[in-house]
């Protein structure tokens, strides 16, 4: 049976596994060593790889705060680490009415460091980077990636390269790339563009690459759903029924699907309690909706793609082979919404109190869309998860929220002005 189902059973440890962890290839099984030699896909096929782990933990082997409170669900005990994760999850009562579900919370990811999710996947890649002991970072960015990098490089003392494509990167990213002491290239192309080049650049030995494709990043960002579980659960006394995520390159949607799987293995959840995977693109960027309404098991790389929504401006997701099976085994499924859709989604938010990039607030947008068309039903408990800060992209929170009013200096001109 493929390892990519809730059912897969737990494999047994290779020979070269370290500390009960190792690597295993997606699409033909074979397994590596985790830490002898740097490697990105299957010697063998090519397939993506994951880490596996002999003994997938349940929550009691938890403590702590952040995303090392999951050590137990991840292959060192601690990182490079500034800290991450903790972030809340939030009510948002006047949404959820709107919306017109059971209930509705958002997991504001923008609460991290660097201002997003991505702080997860660093702090556990840069420790392998130590480990692996290589001294040039890289990774190609629609601009959060390249935030993250540079922080946790900073961090550890390395040096950091970002590719990013010129001209379609929110200023707040560039600027913390750029002061973080990053070097940044910025390249006549667009993102799927920057990760051919980085992962030749990785191929040649020039750098390690740190974008979703390593998989040790995506073991980070697996505690999201830690944490969604964990707390939902605290506060509610049941799992949520649906996660809702934007959707780029999709690490978290195959992320938060291989949270779910080893939960399933190590005894803690159902199968039948996995909340159903649900990803939000941008209409104008949408090959992981192309492939799920077709029913495909890959998608089809987009050349062109467009959306206010830089930090999902994606044609060729990396990680749709890890992540079709997980809206798919999760009872999940896929939407495309405007950008027109986006904006209202994130003055939604802004109007609970929490601002978050055009990015984010795809999976809000996504919710209500599915739910005015019936999809999702009025009795779900839904999460949605909001990736990345509203400081991140200044021009669209300036864009979408009013405009200031010019007055003179004086106090009678202003009570004029408000109308009294
Ligand atoms: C990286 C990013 C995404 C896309 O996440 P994937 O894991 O690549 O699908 C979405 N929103 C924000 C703000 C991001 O930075
Ligand atoms: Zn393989």
Not at 5 to 13: K, P
């Amino acid at each position: 049976m493929s390892s990519m189902t809730l059912a897969a059973e737990q494999d047994a440890a290779p020979e070269d596994a370290e500390d009960g962890v190792w690597l295993a290839c997606i699409e033909c099984g074979a397994t590596f060593a985790p830490f002898d030699a740097v490697r990105y896909r299957c010697d063998d096929c090519d397939g993506l790889l994951e880490a596996r782990y002999a003994d997938p933990p349940t929550f009691e082997d938890f403590e702590g705060e952040g995303v090392w409170r999951y050590s137990a669900a991840l292959p060192f005990d601690e990182g490079v680490s500034l800290p991450e994760g903790n972030t809340p999850l939030h009510y948002v009562p006047r949404l959820e009415e709107s919306v017109g579900v059971n209930t509705l919370r958002v997991k504001h990811e923008g609460m991290n460091p660097t201002g997003s999710f991505k702080d997860r996947g660093m702090t556990v890649g840069v420790r392998v980077a130590e480990e692996l002991g290589v001294d040039r970072l890289a990774c190609a960015s629609t601009g959060n990636t390249s935030a993250a990098l540079a922080a946790y490089g900073a961090r550890a003392g390395l040096e950091t390269l970002v590719l990013l494509p010129a001209g379609k990167v929110a200023a707040g990213k560039v600027a913390q790339a750029s002061l973080h002491g990053a070097r940044i290239l910025e390249v006549d192309g667009n993102f799927d563009a920057c990760l051919d080049i980085v992962q030749d650049l990785a191929e040649r030995g020039e750098a390690y690459l740190l974008n979703s494709l390593n998989p040790f990043r995506l073991e980070g960002q697996k505690t999201i759903g830690l944490e969604i579980l964990e707390e939902f659960y605290a506060d509610e006394g049941r799992y949520p029924d649906r996660i809702v995520l934007p959707v780029g390159n999709a690490g978290n949607t195959a992320a938060l699907f291989k949270c779910f799987r080893e939960l399933v293995r190590s005894g803690q959840l159902d199968a039948d309690e996995v909340p159903r995977l649900t990803g939000v693109q941008a209409e104008g960027a949408a090959p992981m909706v192309e492939a799920v309404e077709n029913g495909w098991d890959h998608t089809e790389r987009w050349d062109e793609v467009e959306t206010r929504a830089t930090a999902i401006r994606i044609g060729n997701p990396v990680n749709a082979p890890k992540a079709l099976p997980g809206i798919r085994e999760t009872g999940g499924t896929a939407v495309a919404v405007s950008d027109e859709e986006i904006t209202d989604a994130q003055r939604s938010l802004a109007a609970e109190g929490v601002g978050v990039e055009p990015a984010s607030a795809a999976s809000v947008a996504g919710l209500r869309k599915l739910r005015d068309r019936g999809v999702v039903g009025d009795e779900e408990d839904v999460v949605c998860l909001t990736t990345g800060h509203l400081l991140k992209d200044p021009d669209a929170a300036a864009e979408a929220g009013g405009d200031p009013e010019p007055v003179p200096n004086d106090t009678d001109a202003v009570l004029e002005r408000l109308g009294n």
